[in-house]
């Protein structure tokens, strides 16, 4: 065993989907940065991906998006969303943003982050360090001024302008600041899978019934990305009933894609994702800043959690700079980068708890409302567009006031019905 000493400006914990960001829009900066990852190389596993639009200008910004391989990634525009059953309540349509970030892209799994990772390799500012797990903080008086890292069998010591935490739900960079989070784990996470369909699926679907949800989203090919809400916990218990027993759940769900649930043929085509929301009540401290995850995780209803992790680094990546050139690495300084990104966050958080609430229930009275609104939106361009624009990631503020919940709920009636903001398209 080792024990190294290395200088840095920027010192990151965590390449996934914050992490890699932020490495890379540093290095495009010439920002002397160092990354380390626990796990041993790119992530392999299965998972699902769409990119929303804010998450489609972070890579362009970066200069990807239009690197990302044809054959992994596929437009989406329309999402339908349907009653357990097949009953079509409303569709939303990606055609009605402002172009050129019209429509949400699926990818294969871990493309667009393998993009990012490569993309890391190839700058001389960056070394992204495999196998190397945060130990602990290094600090003078209060002030963080770097890391100890186990890498391989060797300690490291990095002594770091700033110590930047992207090292998810269940940070240690986090619990080394002392920074309180309140972690809450939902009951229900996915089990997730890719299908090779018999014939394409064209457009996105999306189930909702008495605690039952089922999304299927085209990806390249044939392939369909599929999810399933489950208890979190009973995975292994739904394995034992067999996939011919999961199978006929989903076709009770959607007896049109039969074919498509019949292309699951083994275990090792799905995987359970949990998940989590974290609250904190600050993400600097003087020397040190959390993005993602590690400061705001969120439940998948948004669509959003990588999205906002992605911003964040870009946000963090505009300031740090500044905090260079001036020297100043204090909290006070690197609060302007919470400043700008809490309220977006917190609103996309709350949207997604009531999300949870209305749309995992198997309460009769709250699945009445969440269909009522549903057909509403169908019906209703103004406020589907606003609904639309939250999850593509482009509003900071709550998509609806009281009165619009009011007219979603189907109490009021809507005189602004048809109106779609300047600069959408229809
Ligand atoms: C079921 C499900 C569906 C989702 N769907 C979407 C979606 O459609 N759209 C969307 O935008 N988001 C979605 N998300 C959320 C998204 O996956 C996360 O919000 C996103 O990955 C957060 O990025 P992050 O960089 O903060 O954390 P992570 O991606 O979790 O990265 C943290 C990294 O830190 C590393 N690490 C952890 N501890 C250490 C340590 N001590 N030392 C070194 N490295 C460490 C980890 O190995 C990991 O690579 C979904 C999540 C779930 C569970």
Redesign the pocket.
């Known amino acids: 065993m080792t024990e190294a000493v290395i200088e840095t400006d920027i010192v990151v914990?965590?390449?996934?989907?914050?992490?890699a960001v932020l490495a890379l829009a540093l290095a495009q900066k010439g920002i002397k940065t160092i990354v380390?990852?626990?796990?041993p190389g790119p992530p392999q596993g299965l998972r699902?991906e769409?990119l929303?639009p804010n998450?489609q200008l972070v890579l362009d910004r970066l200069g990807l998006l239009n690197k990302l391989p044809v054959e992994s990634t596929r437009a989406v525009r329309k999402f339908h969303f349907c009653r357990v059953g097949g009953e079509r309540l409303c569709t939303v349509d990606y055609g009605d943003l402002p172009p050129p970030y019209n429509q949400a892209v699926v990818t294969l799994p871990n493309v667009a982050h393998h993009a990012i990772l490569d993309a890391i390799q190839a700058e001389q500012s960056v070394s992204l360090w495999y196998g190397?797990?945060?130990t602990g903080l290094l600090r003078e008086r209060q002030q963080v001024v770097g890391l100890t890292a186990k890498r391989g069998t060797d300690q490291v010591t990095v002594k770091a302008k700033v110590v930047v935490g992207?090292?998810?739900?269940f940070s240690?960079v986090r619990e080394a600041l002392q920074i309180p989070a309140d972690l809450h784990l939902y009951p229900q996470?996915?089990l997730?899978s890719i299908l090779d369909a018999p014939t394409p699926v064209p457009e996105a679907k999306y189930f909702v019934g008495k605690r039952t949800i089922l999304g299927m989203f085209p990806a390249a090919g044939n392939k369909v990305y599929l999810?399933y809400m489950i208890d979190t916990g009973s995975y292994d218990q739904v394995k034992a009933q067999g996939i011919p027993a999961l199978q006929q759940a989903w076709i009770a769900i959607d007896p049109s894609c039969e074919s498509v649930f019949r292309a699951l043929t083994g275990w090792d085509h799905t995987a359970f994702?949990?998940?989590g929301r974290v609250r904190t009540p600050t993400w600097v401290a003087d020397g040190a800043v959390l993005?993602?995850?590690?400061a705001h995780?969120m439940n998948?209803h948004a669509?959003?959690?990588?999205?906002q992790?992605m911003v964040d680094a870009m946000t963090l990546a505009d300031l740090l700079p500044e905090c260079l050139t001036a020297k100043d690495y204090s909290a006070m300084k690197l609060k302007s980068y919470e400043d700008s990104r809490r309220p977006q966050v917190t609103m996309l958080q709350k949207l997604a708890d009531e999300q949870v609430l209305f749309w995992n229930t198997a309460n009769p009275v709250f699945s009445f409302l969440r269909d009522r609104v549903f057909r509403t939106l169908d019906r209703n361009a103004r406020l589907r567009y606003r609904v639309l624009s939250t999850t593509a990631g482009l509003r900071r503020t709550p998509p609806f006031d009281l009165i619009d919940r009011m007219i979603a709920a189907g109490f009021l009636p809507d005189p602004s019905a048809q109106d779609l903001p300047v600069g959408g398209t229809r």
Request: charged content about 10%; glycine content about 26%; overall charge negative.
């Open positions: 914990v965590g390449a996934g989907g914050g992490g380390l990852e626990q796990a699902g769409i929303q998450g190397a797990t945060f992207a090292d998810g739900v240690k996470g996915y997730i999810f994702m949990p998940t993005i993602g995850d590690a995780a998948p669509s959003q959690g990588r999205m992790a």
